[in-house]
C-alpha cells in the first residue's frame, strides 16, 4: 500500500498526507513514505492515543496517527494537544505553502 501511495506522489510539489495509519513510525510502510515526503512528528509523540479512553496500556507507547508533507510546504509550527475528545489526540500543523 506505501508503494501506491508513494506512486501517486510523483510529480506533486504540495502533498499533505494525514491520518491513522494503523502501524508504528518504525517500519518499512512508513520507511517508503518517508522517502518521498517529511514526518512531520518524528520521534516527538510517545503516543496518538487519548489514553483516558483507553485501558490497554500498550497504547500508551503507540503513535498511528502521522502528518507527512512535502519539502515545498514549510511547517510552522505543530504540537498534539491532550485533549478529551476522541480515542486518538488530534494532530495540529500550521503551514505555509
Avoid: W
Avoid at 43 to 54: I, Q, V
Wanted: net charge positive; with cysteine.
Amino acid at each position: 500500500m506505501s508503494q501506491k501511495i508513494v506512486n501517486n506522489l510523483q510529480g506533486k510539489e504540495h502533498v499533505i498526507l494525514a491520518g491513522d495509519f494503523n502501524l508504528q513510525p518504525n517500519t518499512q510502510t512508513i520507511s517508503n513514505i518517508e522517502k518521498q515526503l517529511k514526518n512531520v512528528f518524528r520521534g516527538e509523540l510517545k503516543t496518538t492515543f487519548n489514553m483516558k479512553r483507553k485501558d490497554n496500556p500498550g497504547y500508551a507507547s503507540a503513535v498511528v496517527d502521522m502528518i507527512f508533507v512535502s519539502k515545498h510546504i514549510k511547517i510552522l509550527k505543530h504540537y498534539c494537544p491532550n485533549v478529551d475528545v476522541s480515542d486518538h489526540l488530534p494532530l495540529v500543523c500550521v503551514f505555509e505553502v
